[in-house]
């Protein structure tokens, strides 16, 4: 008897899972509206090294194809802090924030289409190894640069999908 109950309440809440509102960012894969602005984003120089890898992580999620009708343009603030001090001055701990505000510019009109930032900070232990350090340095910003990139990706979807839903 419970589980015809049960049985009853799931068929019931069917209908009501419809109208939530979610739906897939990515529907009809590569041919979908989302999968086509961000292959048509062309992703503009970052100086230095940190430039470097955000932009190519940028570029092998965007996977740009053909023509670019936007232009993504991107400033980065890389920062090592460190957090943790022994009483004689000795750094124990640093924390690497990598901050990046980006701008989508439809490359047509010239105009801003999307003014964002985004972020992430990673802990480093500071041994006595002073090679080691720099290794965990560098390792952070690889990764730091993937989250980024990845935050920057998604927010792009988001846009593409909202915009594409407001022109259909």
């Keep these: 008897m419970k589980r015809i109950a049960l049985a009853l309440a799931l068929a019931a809440a069917l209908p009501l899972l419809n109208g939530c509102g979610l739906h897939p960012l990515y529907a ?14 062309e992703v503009g120089p970052i100086g230095g090294k940190n430039g470097w890898l955000v932009r190519t992580a940028l ?18 603030d890389d920062q090592i802090l460190g957090i943790g001090v022994r009483t004689d001055n000795t750094v124990t701990r640093e924390r690497r924030t990598l901050r990046a505000r980006y701008k989508l510019v439809d ?12 972020g992430s900070d990673a802990g480093i ?9 720099i290794a965990a340095e560098q390792t952070a910003l690889e990764r730091l640069s993937g989250e980024v990139a990845d935050q920057i ?16």
């Excluded at 009809?28 to 984003?41: F, I, N």
């Excluded at 570029?59 to 980065?76: C, F, W």
């Design 125 to 133: 232990d500071v041994v006595t190894s002073e090679y080691a350090v």
């Design 153 to 168: 990706v998604a927010r792009l979807a988001l846009y593409a999908s909202r915009t594409k839903t407001a022109d259909q």
């Design 59 to 76: 570029v092998d999620r965007l996977g740009q194809k053909g023509a670019s009708r936007y232009r993504l343009d991107v400033e980065l």
């Design 28 to 41: 009809a894969g590569g041919k979908g509206p989302v999968a086509q602005t961000l292959s048509s984003v």
């Design 107 to 118: 490359a047509e009109a010239g105009t801003v289409l999307l003014d964002a930032t985004a």
